[in-house]
């Protein structure tokens, strides 16, 4: 009896270690490595489409922004960039992406020479 007990103890003692150990190891099958590549090709492809996006974004608007509104000569936003005023007298600017940041006239500096 105290032999099945122990055979019985050990067996499930190494099903037991088994299955923790198949769940530590890395998956180093060729499908595990094409997974890994499609990930991270993916997120590549993410970051750069997102690039293109907003430098198109930025050039658009800037585009539209100098057909449609008056340019201020004066003045600059406080980072430096070129100041729109739209049709109802507010001050903006365009960002990175493409959006119009609006800024109080008081926030504006010198454009430097």
Known sequence: MKRIFRSAL???SLFAASASYAQTHKDST????ISHGAKKGWKATKKTATK???????I??????A???????GKVA???ETVYI?????YYYVNSKGRHVY??????????M
């Open 103 to 112: 800024v109080k006239k008081a926030a504006l500096v010198d454009k430097p």
């Open 52 to 58: 293109v996006g907003n430098g198109t974004a930025e």
């Open 60 to 65: 658009a608007s800037k585009g539209a922004a």
């Open 10 to 12: 050990f067996a499930a």
């Open 30 to 33: 060729l499908g595990g490595k």
């Open 86 to 90: 739209d049709k109802n007298s507010a």
């Open 67 to 73: 057909v449609a509104d008056k340019k201020f000569d």
């Open 78 to 80: 406080p980072n430096g």
